[in-house]
């Protein structure tokens, strides 16, 4: 009787346990199916721009802007922060358009969320992508935006997006003032600036 | 720690060390080659390197032979393969000695260091077999001891050896040293080039030397590769010679080991480094490299043919060591005039060392810092060394994680087995591949 009892509590610790690890927060699973869905239907439609552009559509840019600057963000102005975080939101949409993960081959790809865990504010997102490229880990850092999940950051096989921004930006601000910082910031835009497909 | 240090200095002199079994020295008018190289072993036997290196200069004729009067000699044999080997080995040892090394000793708040402190009847290693705690204090890092061993049993390691810099002290005056200990590193170069001329060189290092339970014989192969690693030293010396690493040591660390620098102040002193010197030496480092890597082949292919009665010998138990060893060492090399797969590493990676001399990487020209500090440490900015190494292979941000888990795999392959004729022998108290 005794053992019986036993056996069951363990059943039901165990049970517990890996229901709950299994499960994570609901919410950062349903956005990723979300977002998944919508990379499938653009990619579906044969818009691979759009696919890509889907991660610039859900960033909270201020957030990931400010871990870009995370050395500097304090020395800013709150019209310099948006002025920056406008220009950055541009440059990295047509960055994500031009050198993003997806092509219109890859209207089968695969992404397994493997685990979700919370780190230093964000929910973090594990998951493994297949696409025609091969299979990459890429890691999705989310963060409650107004009650809405959004994208703060996201590291693709160990290379963190906004270390490699912040490396470049704190070059930057080392060899000029904020003002011709985001002059470089604009410049860089129109360098690069090209019509953004439809979704 | 400290003895490991002991050990590890006994170990690559040991590998290096040159002399033979024997008797007493000759003393007659006119000895004979075979008595002069025989006394030229006594010398070593007793630790007495220098006037090992006077014998065997006697042999092969150069004036410094003069300066040891009981073997002079009247036919000088330049090609003398065992007086050659003999003599480099002994310049290796010697190497501790030359100014420019008691510079970088003086550096790091070192005394001058002393061959007799290792080797002959004071030395480290006859002591350590016949005291339970033989005297340090004329070793290098002596002065350490105390971070070693820490306050409180907590071992700062690889810090303890800046505990004493000198102030003021910079990477630079390193490589300004290491290039003047150079001129020391071509003589011994020529003496093995000399001594790899003959087929069939072969020496005997002797026992007594290292206080050791065995003779190391070493072979032509052997002589092949210390002559490649001569190279490749010298091809070091001229990479530390081409980047600027302008970082004061002194300021880094307190004599306890203790970190003066926060992480955020070590990254702001890590991103104004890796600039290309004006006066870099990347052409004669291409050069050497091509050499070292060349020489690097012939051994191992001597090896893999069947060369034995040295230190490098093939087995059953290495001989997938030897042969995936050659092939990185021949993938290296083929990449020295283009591209070229590199072996043991999946997916397959590309090096190319001709683009990378022909554009060499600048760390001043690249618009980011190589380094940032996020959540306590200090990170690598992928995008930066991606662009420092670009020329050099076809790394990407898709491979680096399965390349750097594969090339650490390979690392850490039981390359110890490529040693299987020393493996087991003794060095004083310290056992080749076993510790004290």
């Known amino acids: ?199 | 720690m400290f003895k490991r240090t002991l050990a590890l200095v006994g170990l690559v002199s040991i590998i290096f060390a040159g002399g033979c079994s024997g008797g007493g020295g000759g003393s007659t008018p006119e000895p004979t080659v075979p008595e002069q190289l025989q006394t030229a072993k006594t010398y070593l036997e007793t630790g007495d390197i220098a006037s090992a290196r006077a014998t065997y200069s006697a042999i092969i004729g150069d004036a410094a032979a003069t300066t040891v009067a009981k073997v002079i000699k009247s036919t000088p044999e330049p090609e003398n393969a065992e007086a050659r080997v003999g003599r480099a080995l002994c310049d290796i040892m010697l190497l501790i000695e030359k100014a420019p090394f008691t510079a970088i000793l003086a550096g790091f708040g070192q005394p001058a260091w002393a061959t007799s402190s290792v080797f002959g009847p004071t030395g480290y290693l006859y002591l350590s077999t016949t005291e339970t705690n033989p005297d340090e204090s004329a070793l290098p890092f002596y002065n350490a001891r105390d971070c070693w061993k820490g306050a409180t049993g907590h071992y700062h390691s690889y810090r303890c050896f800046i505990t004493h810099m000198t102030s003021g002290y910079i990477i630079p005056n390193i490589a300004a040293s290491l290039n003047e200990l150079m001129t020391s590193v071509d003589s011994i170069i020529a003496d093995l080039s000399v001594a790899i001329g003959t087929a069939g060189a072969a020496y005997n290092i002797p026992k007594a030397l290292y206080t050791g339970d065995a003779d190391i014989p070493l072979n032509h192969a052997d002589m092949v590769q210390m002559l490649a690693g001569m190279y490749m030293l010298k091809a070091a010396s001229d990479f530390a010679n081409s980047w600027n690493f302008n970082i004061d040591l002194s300021s880094l660390v307190d004599s306890n080991g203790n970190s003066l620098l926060s992480k955020a102040q070590v990254v702001t002193l890590l991103n104004q480094q890796f600039g290309l010197r004006a006066d870099n030496r990347l052409s004669s480092a291409r050069t050497n490299l091509q050499t070292a890597l060349t020489y690097s082949l012939a051994s191992l292919q001597e090896v893999l043919a069947g060369a034995s009665g040295g230190v490098l010998n093939l087995s059953t138990d290495n001989q997938s060591i030897y042969n995936d060893l050659n092939s990185l060492v021949s993938s290296v090399n083929n990449s020295m005039s283009g591209r070229a797969a590199l072996e043991q590493v999946l997916p397959i990676v590309e090096v190319n060392l001709n683009d990378f001399f022909n554009n060499p990487a600048n760390g001043d020209a690249i618009a980011s810092d190589p380094f940032v500090y996020s959540g306590g440490r200090i990170v690598a900015v992928e995008a930066y060394w991606q662009q420092m190494i670009a020329t050099a292979c076809n790394y990407t941000l898709r491979t680096h994680i399965k390349m750097f888990s594969d090339a650490t795999r390979a690392i850490a392959r039981p390359y110890y087995k490529l040693f299987n004729a020393i493996m087991g022998h003794k060095f004083g108290n310290f056992q080749a591949g076993g510790g004290a």
């Open chain 1, 1 to 199: 009787m005794r053992r019986r009892f036993f056996r069951t509590a363990v059943f039901l610790i165990v049970s517990l346990f890996f229901f709950q690890a299994e499960a994570g927060p609901p919410s950062a699973r349903q956005f990723m199916n979300r977002l998944v869905g919508e990379i499938r239907t653009a990619l579906n439609s044969g818009n691979a721009q759009g696919a890509n552009l889907l991660f610039a559509e859900h960033f909270d840019m201020t957030a990931f802007g400010k871990l870009c600057l995370e050395d500097h963000w304090s020395e800013f102005s709150t019209s310099e922060r948006d002025r920056y975080v406008y220009l950055l939101d541009q440059v990295i949409r047509q960055q994500l358009k031009n050198k993003m993960l997806f092509t219109e081959n890859d209207r089968n790809f695969t992404l397994k969320t493997d685990k979700i865990s919370r780190r230093d504010g964000f929910i973090v997102v594990e998951n493994t992508l297949g696409i025609t490229k091969g299979s990459f880990k890429l890691v999705i850092f989310l963060i409650k935006d107004q009650k809405k999940l959004k994208i703060a950051d996201y590291e693709v096989e160990g290379a963190l997006l906004s270390r490699n921004y912040r490396g470049h930006f704190n070059y930057l601000l080392r060899k000029y003032d904020r003002e011709a910082f985001l002059q470089k910031m604009a410049e860089k835009l129109n360098s690069i600036s090209q019509p953004i497909a439809q979704r």
